[in-house]
């Protein structure tokens, strides 16, 4: 994908990795619509901020209509509330699926058809590592993250032949507000990983593979 020109729509840009990953697009040339739950706390000068709040689909359906020149999606916005399945509560479970599956389907559903009128361009979803491994206290996230995973391929498949390359990032922690309570040696610099995430765009790649970590997870998954 080309991403000189490019015009992307990325949700949850006003902070964390969605900033970083915005303002590495503008410096790729690309014209950017930060996406965000408040716009008025996107700060990042270039981008044009957008309402949109992936757990309200009627805001999803007015940003596609803002954003009608766009040619690429950014599935970013996320939460993680450390919530267990079996005893949690289950308001909270059903909002990580909200935030990180019907949330991404809405802005595929929406977006899809725009990037297709607009000559095609392309789909990112930022996974997670656990996509594939699901250790305790993260029962509901990665359950839905598994779920948009799931996603991803299917929509991949479901896309072919409208010249819309769909893509999916896996990655471990980012030191970003997320992950504060993580000890820094064992975070990546999202600077890194939006670098790695644009340059898989542009080579064509469906998975991208965002640190050391999650490669060595996938490698032990047969495992």
């Known amino acids: ?4 020109n490019a015009v992307a729509v990325i949700t949850g840009a006003n902070r964390g990795f969605g900033r970083v990953l915005a303002a590495q697009l503008l410096e790729r040339g690309a014209k950017v619509y930060a996406a965000a739950r408040r716009p008025e706390t996107v700060d990042l000068p270039g981008v044009a901020p957008l309402y949109l709040d992936v757990t309200k689909p ?4 007015e940003a596609a209509r803002t954003a009608s020149d766009a040619t690429l999606l950014v599935n970013n916005a996320g939460v993680s509330t450390h919530t267990h399945l079996t005893t ?3 308001d909270t479970i059903k909002l990580e699926m909200d935030t990180h599956y019907f949330g991404p389907l809405g802005t595929i559903r929406e977006f899809a058809p725009v990037i297709a009128g607009n000559g095609g361009g ?3 979803n930022v996974l997670s ?7 305790l206290n993260y029962g509901a ?3 839905a993250k598994a779920a948009e995973w799931a996603l991803t391929n299917a929509v991949r498949a479901e896309l072919e032949g409208k010249n819309i390359l769909v893509s999916g990032l896996h990655v471990g922690y980012m030191d970003t507000e997320m992950a504060d309570y993580v000890a820094a040696e064992n975070k990546t610099d999202p ?3 939006a670098k790695i995430a644009l340059d898989g765009l542009t080579a064509g ?3 991208i593979i965002g640190d050391d970590f999650t490669r060595s997870v996938k490698a032990g998954l047969s495992g």
């Open 1 to 4: 994908m080309e991403l000189t």
């Open 141 to 143: 996230y990665s359950a």
């Open 191 to 193: 600077a890194q990983v």
């Open 88 to 90: 949690g509560d289950l």
């Open 205 to 207: 790649l469906t998975e």
């Open 58 to 61: 009627e805001s999803i359906i």
């Open 129 to 135: 590592v656990l996509s594939w491994v699901h250790p």
């Open 122 to 124: 392309g789909i990112l």
